[in-house]
């Protein structure tokens, strides 16, 4: 059995160190893909550029991501994790002192695409290397590390923005949003330069070019035109762009096939699909994560623009979703996860959707001038529902995937995560700029935005029906 020579017999001796390490680069990927939305409007209204770019600002990220992220673990198979690591680390640092140095909206929008592919380099090595610095015991624990750094900076992401932009610390406004990365960084780069461990395993898997380009071109052909459709008319090469992002999406699937059936190594194990748990719990991630994204977009558009909140007004008034998110989490992992399994998150997509439906209603009610402590119950709720949605999604989804096909598994389902992220940010922006656009008041706007976020949880619920009822149980048929 092949295993990395440094880290046999015993875990290595500086893994909780190391572990340190690896959430400094967590914590980076996690603040930047939360904070732009709260600066957007500031940063449009100093670089200018249409509304599209409040857009591109989180959707570039999240598209670089996702398409990074299927190819990102692999390159830690070829050249070494820690090497990749530290290489990630940099251009993420890099990525993002050229945001904070950006003089136009297609120079910021370029530096996101960068910062999102190096990240994709960056996070799978992090991954991998916990479990091979800690025994099985440990790795419970260091796992569970995530959590709460995950939930803190939900929390307090959205409030640092603001109050970063707010603050103008030595001039700097909102570019500050992304040069506190540095120093950050700087401390990820020392520290795993000096503490991680190299490894690799003794059979590294090829990488499929092919199927890199395949999929990154078919997610842009899907993406781009959602987002500059509504710009420029909806002219008919924006359809013909989406209708070809369907048909390469399906010559990558065959020849992932192909490369599997003649004995290569496919970006995505096609066995991986036959599952009925694998692939309902993508499309319901694939749902669920564009009406979660999109969300947080419009809120703060709708906040800063349409009530004449200040960022740092905007990050405080989503805080209580973010808490209630916490809260969610800490009640799932009291026992009712592995109680109620796939119960527990069509519970948390139904909480969430009451959560959103009243935030509609209460801006409906009280108009523009509504006030942040009126929409916080509201607010709480949708946060407490997908905190309980979101503690057993992964573990539900994987239930059914064969010890052999974890890693191919687990790369797909974050890069489909990161995909919804980009989908929703295209898709309910540009509904609700069209909305602006004809007509509608923000409030108005606002809450036929809050409708369709309304009927994608409801489909997260029904699609939930396709994932095992528990994850320790194996699917059927699977």
């Given at each position: ?191 795993a330069v000096r503490l991680l461990p190299e490894s690799r395993p003794e059979q590294a898997a090829r990488l499929d070019l092919v199927g890199v380009g395949l999929v990154s071109t078919a997610a842009a052909l899907l993406i781009y035109p959602l987002v500059q459709g509504r710009e420029l008319g909806w ?209 108005a706007a606002m809450q036929i935005t809050v409708g369709v976020e309304v009927g994608l949880l409801v489909l997260t619920f029904v699609l939930g029906f396709l994932l095992p009822m528990r994850a320790r149980e194996e699917e059927a048929g699977g």
């Open positions: 059995m092949a295993s990395p020579t440094l880290l046999a017999p015993a875990p290595y001796r500086w893994r909780w160190a190391a572990l340190f390490v690896i959430l400094a680069a967590e914590v980076m990927d996690l603040l930047d893909s939360l904070i732009t939305n709260v600066a957007a409007p500031t940063i449009r209204a100093e670089l200018g550029g249409d509304a599209s770019l409040i857009q591109w600002l989180g959707a570039g990220y999240t598209l670089a991501m996702a398409v990074g992220l299927v190819t990102g673990g692999r390159l830690g198979d070829l050249y070494g994790r820690k090497r990749m690591f530290v290489v990630g680390v940099l251009g993420f640092v890099i990525g993002s002192l050229l945001c904070g140095l950006a003089v136009s909206p297609e120079m910021l929008v370029g530096a996101r695409v960068l910062q999102g592919l190096f990240g994709a380099v960056m996070l799978p090595q992090g991954l991998g290397m916990i479990k091979e610095m800690f025994s099985p015991k440990e790795m419970a624990v260091a796992f569970g590390a995530f959590g709460p750094i995950m939930g803190l900076s939900a929390v307090g992401g959205p409030v640092l923005a603001g109050w970063l932009v707010d603050a103008d610390l030595f001039g700097t406004g909102w570019r500050m949003i992304f040069l506190i990365n540095l120093p950050l960084g700087l401390i990820a780069l020392a520290g002219p008919v090469w924006t359809f013909a762009s989406m209708a070809a992002s369907v048909a390469i999406f399906v010559v990558f699937g065959r020849h992932e096939s192909r490369r599997h059936r003649a004995g290569g190594d496919p970006l995505v194990l096609p066995t991986l699909f036959r599952k009925r748990a694998f692939t309902g719990g993508l499309v319901a991630g694939l749902v669920f994560f564009s009406a979660l994204t999109g969300f947080s977009l419009v809120f703060t558009l709708y906040a800063q623009l349409g009530l004449g909140y200040s960022p740092l007004k905007s990050g405080l008034a989503g805080l209580p979703q973010a808490v209630g998110t916490v809260i969610g989490f800490v009640v799932a992992g009291a026992g009712l996860t592995a109680r109620f399994g796939r119960r527990l998150l069509q519970a948390g997509a139904m909480i969430m959707a009451v959560g959103v439906a009243g935030f509609g209603l209460t801006i409906h009610a009280v108009g523009v001038g509504v006030t942040p402590w009126q929409t916080a119950p509201a607010l709480a709720v949708a946060g407490a529902g997908m905190g309980l949605l979101m503690a057993p999604f992964f573990d539900l989804v994987l239930a059914g995937v064969d010890q052999e096909e974890t890693g191919s598994a687990s790369g797909t389902l974050t890069a489909i995560q990161q995909l919804g992220a980009a989908l929703g940010t295209a898709v309910l922006g540009t509904l609700f700029f069209d909305l602006l656009g004809g007509g509608r008041t923000f409030g």
